[in-house]
């Protein structure tokens, strides 16, 4: 966390140095200085923050490097706030005169008190840093080397902690035995590569491990080893553990020159030459990237016996990267249903296997926390096995100050470690997001865009080049999937993440974490701990009232609520309001009636979301807010946004629509404004513009529509209102947005037809994946048959009297329909090799309907047919089981 906070402080400096050193003045030299010194310790902070575990000198030093890196930001906003933001009033070409005022030369004087302040505190730290890397021996060149000695020391708490599943004889386990050992021995000659994987201690090795030692197994191969890998591995020395395996397996000596040979080529080439005398069957155990796998591969010879190569793994493109080119099988490991937890834990826990009656539900709610994770309830049952039974408040105890028992030195210290093993393997921007993650409510089902919006408003995001930012922050969420961090529990379209959550012991993890580094506060309404400095604050539910009056929100950067907030007081939400630093504002589903303020004096501000909440009206004073890049008042009572809504040239997301918005409802409610909407260039995200905005006559075009073309950076667009008169206008402002992902259009009344069956060039709209389309359509869109990328359609009181089938049958990465009072026809007819990766198909409210026929090779992935309100239709679809 320390290095990402210096990383961000680093980025700053220098946009400060080079875009306002005029302002800076004599102070330049100083801001200069921190900069260098900052800078020479980020690289041993890699080393410090893998090594401050075992060390509290090193935590304390870590602790002052990161809170002076916060307060050196803290310095520069403040330092903008005075004076960069003066050009935005115009004051640029005056600012000699400003320099000379009473009130900015003392501001000045402020900041230039604070800089030197930090300056004298970072000669201090500084001080500490030259001593530790003479204690510690450690070089700025060699801190990869001093990461990989941490890392292998935390490697050995990962085997430690398999064996400990393993003697746990685990339940559950037989039926992906079964699965794996016929994945082994199943009759054909082809080189078959096996890869388990899922999250620390879900009890991949000791799956593997008895698959590996089954009787039929070691029957069936002449040739076996188990060769574990780690985090950082020596390659040399893996390749010789391997032949000395390989060795004891045949009861023969290792060859006395291969501890001699430091060729891995030759070594490699000693192996293969091995594996060719029989089948063999050879695991390799904790695979944690793709680098190991491309360089053993080489070593295994496809000897067309049925040889195997087993390997475990937390990180899904591993296990599905290493199948690629092979005849592969992925087994995805599953947690331990309730049933199959609680016979581990009672097994585990009491000599008869059999829980007390008065201990039942205190049991119950402990092993929930567990969600099936083998190696936790097993060190749980451990730390529970020694507890009198009698005595319901130490189980209670236990119960309640679970958090606290991961930080201990017992069992469950094991799965703090264990869990701790993938923390410690992410990149520094990957830590900071996932310890981000805390800060949602336990059991919350998180939403995943409402989090990476969160992500790119801290900041935590790094702008890639030639990648937008959004997508660099999906696929941050992407890569905690992919290392088994986080759950996906639902996706949308296109395969596209809906909502996430982290398994109940990590959260504990993070959260300890989160608390230690003061990433934020969280208040549950009950007791908080609260830091010396509140920089991000975050309300679940109710605010805890008990002590505010002490707490300083001067350096308050992030304000979140989640859940309905009734208690929040006016008096305190304008205390928190109050600092200048804020940059991210979420208040979602808070009972506000109006936006207040204070709000609009947060130069500063990127974020602002109020979603849910009653706001009605929004105030010229938006304009002021000429750094906000996300704007969310979606759900909102909000209909019209003034003409200031222009000034905000950063805006990349502006989403407003009405509270009754649903795929299911013919027309949603949005925003009208006269501001030139084209002016927002920056725009990625606009959803929904009312086309009827500022029309002087019935035969005039929408403004707004004509303003569309102009916004070549959307990604999301809605529409709602669209006159018939409007469609051609539109298209044409299609040709435009070559970006364009998403695209919903309504039409302004029911009987209104959307007419946008004009010409686009087919190189246009190649990158739409979803297309809602609510109103009258005479005839289906031509341009709909060159959507290449669209992944999922959606109609919705379209009429047509054509089959709609007709123009999306060939679109090669269609997955989802959905058909809601689309089609007046008799029938529908799915026809050979149409539709070949549609997946869903909703056909609702379709009252002419009498049949559907689907011919051989058509839909051959349908995996779900919803069919609804077809009063006419009589029997199922014919040919759904050809």
Not at 150 to 163: G, I, Q
Not at 417 to 440: E, G, V
Not at 734 to 757: C, G, P
Request: with cysteine; proline share 3%.
């Amino acid at each position: 966390m320390a290095d990402t906070v210096l990383s961000f402080v680093l980025d700053n400096l220098s946009i400060i140095l080079r875009e306002e050193g005029r302002l800076l003045g004599g102070l330049r030299q100083e801001v200069q200085h921190i900069k260098d010194e900052l800078g020479h310790m980020r690289a041993f902070l890699k080393v410090a923050e893998a090594k401050e575990d075992g060390d509290p000198r090193l935590q304390e030093w870590i602790k002052q490097v990161r809170e002076a890196a916060y307060d050196t930001e803290d310095v520069l906003d403040d330092f903008v706030f005075h004076f960069a933001r003066q050009r935005s009033k115009g004051f640029y070409g005056s600012m000699k005169r400003t320099f000379n005022s009473i009130k900015n030369l003392r501001a000045r004087q402020r900041v230039a008190s604070k800089i030197q302040s930090i300056q004298a505190r970072i000669r201090h730290i500084s001080e500490g840093h030259q001593r530790y890397q003479s204690e510690y021996g450690i070089s700025t060149d060699r801190v990869s080397e001093s990461v990989a000695a941490v890392d292998n020391k935390a490697w050995r708490y990962s085997r430690d902690d398999a064996l400990l599943v393993e003697e746990a004889k685990l339940v559950g386990i037989e039926k992906p035995k079964r699965q794996l050992i016929s994945q082994l021995l199943e009759c054909d000659s082809e080189f078959k590569i096996i890869s388990v994987v899922g999250m620390g201690g879900l009890g991949k090795t000791t799956l593997v491990k008895k698959v590996h030692e089954d009787a039929a197994v070691r029957r069936h191969f002449q040739i076996r080893a188990w060769v574990t890998v780690s985090q950082t591995f020596n390659f040399e020395e893996l390749l010789k553990s391997l032949i000395r395996k390989l060795h004891v397996e045949i009861k023969k000596p290792v060859p006395q020159f291969i501890e001699s040979m430091t060729d891995t080529s030759e070594l490699k080439e000693f192996i293969k030459d091995f594996l060719r005398q029989g089948r063999y069957v050879i695991v390799f155990d904790d695979v944690w990237d793709m680098e190991f796998w491309n360089s053993i591969k080489f070593a295994m010879p496809d000897n067309s016996n049925g040889s195997r190569v087993m390997l475990t793994t937390r990180k899904k493109d591993v296990a599905s990267a290493s199948c690629k080119g092979f005849c592969g099988y992925v087994h995805k490991m599953e947690s331990l249903s309730f049933e199959e937890s609680w016979t581990l834990f009672c097994n585990r826990t009491f000599e008869d296997g059999c829980c007390p009656d008065h201990l039942k539900n205190v049991a119950q709610v402990i092993l929930g926390k567990c969600d099936g994770l083998p190696l936790a309830i097993v060190a749980i049952s451990g730390l529970l096995a020694v507890k009198d039974v009698s005595k319901i408040d130490e189980w209670e105890m236990v119960q309640h100050s679970l958090g606290g028992e991961l930080e201990g030195t017992g069992k469950l210290d094991r799965v703090n470690k264990i869990l701790c093993l993938s923390y410690n393997d992410l990149p520094s921007h990957l830590k900071t997001c996932l310890l981000y993650i805390s800060i949602f409510p336990e059991d919350y089902e998180i939403s995943c865009e409402q989090l990476i919006h969160l992500w790119i408003g801290e900041r935590f995001v790094e702008r890639n080049k030639g990648m937008n930012t959004e997508d660099a922050a999906w696929g941050y969420l992407k890569e905690l999937s992919n290392r088994s961090l986080i759950q996906v529990t639902a996706v949308l379209h296109d395969e596209l993440p809906w909502t996430c959550r982290i398994h109940d012991l990590l959260r504990e993890v993070i959260v300890s974490k989160c608390w230690e580094q003061n990433m934020a506060t969280v208040t549950t309404g009950k007791h908080t701990r609260w830091p010396e400095k509140v920089r991000r604050l975050v309300i679940h539910n109710l605010y805890d009232n008990s002590s505010q009056e002490s707490h300083c929100f001067d350096h308050l950067r992030s304000l979140i609520t989640f859940g309905s907030i009734e208690s929040l007081p006016q008096t305190l939400l304008s205390e928190l309001l109050s600092s200048k630093l804020l940059k991210v504002l979420d208040l979602r589903n808070t009972q506000l009636e109006e936006i207040p303020n204070e709000i609009f004096s947060l130069f500063h501000l990127k974020h602002l979301c109020l979603f849910g909440t009653r706001v009605k009206t929004v105030p010229k004073s938006i304009g002021k807010l000429q750094n906000l890049e996300y704007l969310n008042l979606g759900g909102t009572k909000v209909r019209e946004l003034p003409m200031e809504i222009e000034k905000l040239q950063k805006l990349s997301q502006l989403i407003v629509y009405g509270q009754n918005i649903s795929l299911i409802v013919h027309v949603c409610d949005g925003f009208k404004t006269s501001a030139n909407i084209g002016e927002l260039a920056t725009l990625e995200v606009l959803r929904f513009i009312d086309a009827a905005t500022i029309v002087e006559n019935d035969d005039e075009t929408s403004r707004v529509v004509k303003e569309i073309g102009k916004l070549t950076q959307l990604r999301e667009f809605g529409i709602t209102n669209l006159r018939r008169k409007d469609g051609k206008e539109l298209c044409s402002s299609f040709e435009k947005l070559i970006n364009l992902r998403e695209l919903d259009v309504s039409s302004m009344e029911k009987e209104e037809v959307i007419d946008l069956d004009h010409y686009i060039p087919s190189s246009s709209l190649q990158s739409l994946r979803l297309l809602v389309l609510r109103g009258r359509l005479e005839n289906m869109p031509q341009w709909i048959t060159s959507l290449q990328g669209l992944v999922r359609i959606v109609l919705r009181g379209s009429g047509l009297r054509q089959d709609p089938l007709e123009s999306l049958q060939h679109l090669p990465n269609l997955v989802e329909i959905k058909f809601i009072q689309t089609f007046q026809g008799e029938g529908l007819c799915f026809k050979p090799g149409g539709f070949l990766k549609l997946k869903e198909l909703i056909l609702r409210d379709l009252k002419e309907l009498r049949w559907m026929r689907v011919e051989k090779g058509a839909m051959p992935r349908l995996q779900q047919l919803i069919l609804q309100e077809i009063p006419l239709l009589e029997e199922l679809p014919l040919g759904f089981n050809t």
